[in-house]
């Protein structure tokens, strides 16, 4: 497999933590973001969205978007499983990836960021409480189910690392590099924290990326 990807994109580092996770190989291949390459005539013509992660399967198929990068995973390398084994628990773990993949992490993408800044005039101080705002807003929603649902456990779900985990560890991490304030939301830091010290998502943070940058 092929993985076309960013060491900072929190999408590419979705899908690094679900590779190691389940002991996957693939060749890295990093798209400088920030130079522009996801719009180069190569790119483009693999990924007509422009956007990363794309992943290469072993079969020669792309498949852009994490979301669906994460699933056929799962489906294809079900050891260990991403999502739990009924349909409600199964339900509640997307619902709270989605929360951060389909409320959040798109208001506060780079290209939605350097629009801010770029076209619409605004300053850096701006683009941070941009992306402060939004985090907080879902954070907050997403802390209060965490800490009262029954279902969670040591992670999102349970005692084992999935679908929720994998989504919330990256938006941390950007959370973090943005100076917002994590202290409104002790169990999402706990969660991290325990996701931390697993292996495979230490191994796919940004900074140990080959592609990395400070």
Known sequence: ???????????????RIALAL?????DYLPIHLRKGEQRSAAYLSLNPQGAV???????????????AILEYLDETYPEPPLLPDTPLARARVRSLAYAIACDIHPLNNLR???YLVGPLGHDQAVQGEWFRHWVALEFAALEKRLAAEPETGRFCHGD?????DICLVPQVV???RFDCDMAPYPTIQRIH?????????????PERQPDAEN
Do not use: D, W
Request: with cysteine.
């Open 1 to 15: 497999m092929k993985l076309h990807n960013y060491f900072r994109s929190s999408t590419s580092y979705r899908v």
């Open 22 to 26: 389940k002991g996957l190989t693939y």
């Open 53 to 67: 992660p794309s992943l290469e399967t072993e079969e020669g198929a792309l498949i852009p978007q994490s979301m």
């Open 112 to 114: 939605v960021l350097n």
């Open 160 to 164: 084992s690392p999935g679908l929720a």
């Open 174 to 176: 950007n959370g973090r």
């Open 193 to 205: 924290e325990a996701c931390m010290e697993i292996a495979a998502f230490a191994e796919a943070a």
